[in-house]
């Protein structure tokens, strides 16, 4: 079963181009550890200073390893001053996964 976490955070417009480094970092750092399948930001299109993550772990050992880590740790430490306000977070356990059929592209004609 794996885990997937998203979690929403909103930057202070000043600081962007500090936050964005941050979050750069962080993304590279996990997506080398044991267990992680995905670790991406994105920011939201109605708003350049919310970023959205969404971590995928192999199961809940390798979520708890990444909270527990130094690197984790110091990821917390380096978002001060950064964030307008507290993140949130919501953990999903995901017993199974499918990905939708290829599919070509649309003819115009179709559209009405």
Do not use: K
Not at 28 to 42: I, K, V
Not at 44 to 64: C, K, N, P, S
């Amino acid at each position: 079963m794996s885990i997937v976490a998203v979690a929403d955070l909103f930057g202070i417009s000043g600081r962007r181009r500090d936050l964005i480094a941050v979050l750069a970092g962080a993304e590279s750092e996990a997506q080398d550890e044991a267990g992680c399948l995905r670790y991406s930001f994105a920011a939201t299109l109605a708003d350049a200073d919310h970023f959205v993550l969404i971590g995928e772990w192999r199961d809940q050992a390798a979520l708890d390893r990444h909270y527990a880590s130094a690197g984790f740790a110091n990821f917390q430490l380096s978002l001060h001053g950064l964030l307008a306000r507290p993140s949130t977070m919501t953990v999903h356990s995901v017993t199974g996964a499918t990905r939708p059929l290829a599919s070509g592209p649309m003819d115009p004609r179709d559209a009405d």
